[in-house]
């Protein structure tokens, strides 16, 4: 018996959650949507205030997160259900699973590599209704995700999953006994992978904070890096995780499809990173909107500039002629005065001569 090895403690640092969700009339709201829904609303917050610093027009985020939120949502799900597909379809896609479970996310299972996928689709749609740059708003929004991630992470706690293998560590996580994983012992205490992400995220948004107050990265490399530094995180979490996932083998080594998949976006994302850096040397644009379809406002700015320049010109060019001009009255005084008679100024000989 597994449970035999397992080390125990008397108590635990952090109990099983005493609740997983509310009823409100014949709704049941569950923990983990609240949780998710906070991560959402946290995450526009602060990329509404980034988004307005870097130029964005007043109101825009709503018009872009409109699309980016669902398409995040159903990525999110999509991913989930194809990476552990066994509740759904059953073992080998065999027909015995459930279909009606997938839409019922409040259960659990949001995978986050295909919330981030379809969601930057969603948001390349809504960025180009909104005639502004994906990757200026992907960079404006990159420690936002990151705040969601950490937030909606607290859901795996509520719905008392995804946790870790046996500690004793004092920060053990307790979890009620119909959801301890078979072999184990009722009061074993596990690894609570979901506050190790959450604190591993939230150092993420401040780190993604100060880089890019002191860096101000752009052309979509403050994105880049958010998701080095969250797969770096996501590598070590994962491989302390204990539920059922996808194996993969590669390189001789068999280890969860996670793992693999954070590999190698973390790679991508620094290849990238680097080619856009040594490309885009000196390059990095302030605007966040589309090439030829600024807004009037900024049009009328680069206008007024050209016409003042054009007409500070003439006005030059005139100051310059005047100036010559009373140079030349100037010097024709001086010259009858000084020229030998029988000539006149400009060395040409009179009449008389």
């Not at 995700?145 to 560590?169: K, M, V």
């Not at 406002?297 to 016409?307: L, R, Y």
Request: hydrophobic fraction near 50%.
């Amino acid at each position: 018996m597994i449970a035999a090895l397992v080390p125990q403690a008397a108590a635990a640092a952090i109990p099983a959650p005493s609740w997983s969700g509310f009823d409100l009339g014949p709704l049941r709201i569950h923990a983990y949507a609240l949780c998710i829904l906070a991560g959402i609303v946290a995450a526009l917050w602060l990329t509404d205030r980034r988004w307005k610093r870097r130029g964005g027009p007043e109101g825009s985020i709503w018009d872009i997160a409109i699309w980016a939120i669902p398409f995040g949502i159903i990525g999110g799900r999509l991913y989930h259900v194809f990476s552990s597909p066994e509740a759904y379809f059953g073992p080998g896609f065999d027909g015995t699973g459930d279909l009606s479970l997938i839409p019922q996310i409040w259960l659990g299972g949001l995978g986050i590599w295909g919330a981030v996928v379809l969601g930057v689709v969603g948001a390349w749609i809504g960025c180009r209704r909104a005639n502004v740059k994906i990757s200026a708003f992907i960079d404006a929004a990159a420690p936002g995700i990151l705040l969601a991630q950490a937030l909606g992470r607290w859901g795996n706690y509520f719905n008392q999953e995804l946790f870790g293998g046996p500690t004793t560590l004092p920060w053990g996580l307790s979890v009620s006994p119909e959801f301890v994983p078979a072999g184990y012992s009722p009061d074993t205490l596990f690894h609570p992978t979901f506050l190790y992400e959450c604190i591993w995220n939230l150092l993420g948004v401040a780190a993604l904070l100060l880089i890019d107050r002191k860096l101000r990265l752009r052309s979509g490399r403050l994105f880049l890096l958010y998701a080095m530094i969250y797969t770096a995180g996501r590598v070590w979490i994962e491989m302390l995780r204990i539920d059922t996932a996808e194996q993969i083998t590669l390189f001789g080594i068999t280890t969860r499809l996670n793992v693999w998949t954070s590999i190698f976006v973390f790679l991508a994302a620094l290849v990238v990173f680097l080619i856009i850096t040594f490309s885009n040397r000196g390059k990095d644009q302030e605007s966040v909107y589309l090439a030829a379809k600024a807004p009037a406002a900024e049009s009328a700015k680069v206008d007024d500039g050209a016409t003042a320049s054009a007409g500070a010109a003439p006005s030059a060019v005139d100051a310059a002629a005047d100036t010559a001009t009373a140079e030349h009255a100037a010097g024709d005084d001086t010259s009858s005065k000084d020229a030998p008679e029988g000539k006149v100024h400009g060395g040409k000989p009179s009449a008389g001569k």
